[in-house]
């Protein structure tokens, strides 16, 4: 569905992505994680053509990306969900009104449709008393749980995710990655989720990507790269005293809480 053909990119002179390729399949969550400015977020903004490769190609089904163009970009981006760092909602608009906003931008459905929308998206999200506080009145996590509304509501089969537990305490951001989790179950969503969560990576997503100085060192599903024999990505793993064994532990407790 979704596909990294050796892409490329460079800032001034200095390259980022090194030759980066990988695929997502449909209704995937796959999880891209790594040092601090090795490229993920980057990696994500190509998929929306916020950035365009140096070299190299991005792909959705059949249609390239990274040279689309006009209606054919607008279109591939209204398949699209964007989760971003910060929540990134409007203060002076109302939950509802921020979760609305990209339907009333960018659709012509009447009102009666996008509050039954926006209804549904607060209550994917367990929001629905929060509709008319405003985003000063509620906590960082409700914040994550709005953007994450917003992201959806326009009904989008892929969801893009820019570290949707950052600075959020290990209570809430265990139910940030729960509602990733069932939303991609629930709704066939495909979900690509940047994050320096390994813990929560290895538990909801299907496959972990790592990039390291811009290239990929492992891709495989959680119980493989745990056991994987790569010595960047034991560091990375040992770094976060995360074993084989407490790996499987958390598994367990994880899959009897769902």
């Known amino acids: 569905?979704?596909?990294?053909?050796?892409?490329?990119?460079?800032?001034?002179?200095?390259?980022?992505?090194?030759?980066?390729?990988?695929?997502?399949?449909?209704?995937?969550?796959?999880?891209?994680?790594?040092?601090s400015g090795t490229g993920k977020s980057v990696t994500l903004k190509h998929l929306v053509r916020l950035l365009t490769p140096t070299s190299g190609s991005v792909w959705l089904d059949d249609v390239e990306i990274s040279a689309?163009?006009?209606?054919?970009?607008?279109?591939?981006?209204?398949?699209?969900?964007?989760?971003?760092?910060?929540?990134?909602?409007?203060?002076?608009?109302t939950v509802a009104e921020n979760v609305a906003l990209p339907l009333r931008e960018r659709t012509s459905l009447p009102d009666a449709e996008i509050d039954a929308r926006v209804a549904e998206a607060l209550a994917a999200v367990e929001l629905t008393g929060a509709a008319d506080r405003y985003p000063a009145e509620i906590s960082g996590g409700m914040q994550k749980r709005a953007g994450l509304a917003r992201a959806i509501v326009r009904?989008?089969?892929?969801?893009?995710?820019?570290?949707?537990?950052?600075?959020?305490?290990?209570?809430?951001?265990?139910?940030?990655?729960?509602?990733?989790?069932?939303?991609?179950?629930?709704?066939?969503?495909?979900?690509?989720?940047?994050?320096?969560?390994?813990?929560?990576?290895?538990?909801?997503?299907?496959?972990?990507?790592?990039?390291k100085a811009g290239h990929v060192v492992e891709a495989s599903p959680p119980a493989a790269f745990v056991r994987s024999a790569n010595p960047e990505v034991r560091e990375f793993l040992a770094?976060?005293?995360?074993?084989?064994?407490?790996?499987?532990?958390?598994?367990?407790?994880?899959?009897?809480?769902?």
């Open 1 to 35: 569905m979704i596909r990294f053909d050796n892409v490329v990119k460079r800032f001034d002179g200095r390259e980022v992505l090194a030759g980066v390729s990988f695929e997502v399949a449909k209704g995937e969550i796959l999880a891209i994680v790594g040092p």
């Open 68 to 93: 689309a163009r006009g209606r054919v970009l607008d279109g591939i981006r209204e398949r699209f969900g964007y989760l971003f760092q910060g929540g990134a909602l409007l203060g002076w608009l």
């Open 239 to 258: 770094a976060q005293f995360i074993t084989e064994e407490s790996y499987l532990q958390m598994k367990a407790i994880y899959e009897k809480e769902q």
């Open 155 to 211: 009904r989008s089969d892929i969801v893009l995710y820019d570290e949707p537990t950052s600075g959020l305490d290990p209570v809430t951001s265990v139910t940030i990655n729960r509602l990733i989790h069932r939303l991609n179950r629930e709704r066939g969503i495909t979900s690509v989720v940047v994050t320096h969560d390994l813990q929560g990576a290895l538990l909801f997503a299907d496959r972990i990507l790592m990039l």
